[in-house]
């Protein structure tokens, strides 16, 4: 089944009960997602790495452009932002990635989240973005998904890929990225977050959700899951 109609199928199965027992189908393995400038949307640091680390290292192997856009320095009493800054810039080092931003250094409120968003897509060419999707179990991650949907609902950015990711929730997925090459990689990054995996074990997280995405699909190895959507399908999906 393409990849546009399953958007549509998942609407259809969570507004239309008669759907439930219907075929269930297999996300479809690719080697990268298409396009060649991807933007990475993360509420916070190490949202990026946990939900598309090993994606973003192959896409950058594959000499694709990535930049990542940070919404929040999610500094806290427990750590100094200096501290909080030296273990991004590690892990960033680990990916490969040598474009990021900070676009706050708290999290946004709503306007000011929609304002700050549309300008990095303005100021930059993007074939497709990286961000959390709509069920993510935190407020700030599904803040981010609704800021770009409310821009691409207003066609204030150019027509480009979704690619939703999974940090505190999974996503039904309909693409799957095969990261075997990069799983320890992905980790490596994720615990660089010292900080933050001082209170959840998130590298465990991630390397046992990847096992779990490739086995589930009938491979080995490691997988990153992901629900993409053109923008204009996204649209159709998510409707208000």
Known sequence: MELRFIGERIRQRVWRSSNFFSTAWSPRYVDIPPGERFLVLAPHPDDDVIGCGGTISKL?????????????????????????????????????????????????????????????????????VFLPSPIENHDQHTSVFWAFHELNRRKEVPEMNAILFEVWTPVVANMLVDISEFIHRKTEAIRAHATQTALVDYHIAAEGLGSYRASMSGHKGYAEAFFFQTGSDLLRTFRK
Not at 72 to 84: G, K, N
Not at 103 to 123: C, M, T, W
């Open 60 to 128: 950058l192997a594959a000499g694709k452009s990535v930049r990542i856009a940070y919404f929040s320095l999610q500094s806290s009493v427990q750590f100094s932002r200096i501290e909080r800054l030296a273990e991004i810039q590690r892990a960033l080092d680990i990916l490969g990635v040598k474009d990021f931003s900070f676009l706050g250094e708290s999290f946004p409120l709503k306007e000011d989240l929609i304002s700050v968003l549309r300008e990095e897509i303005a100021s930059h060419r993007y074939d497709s």
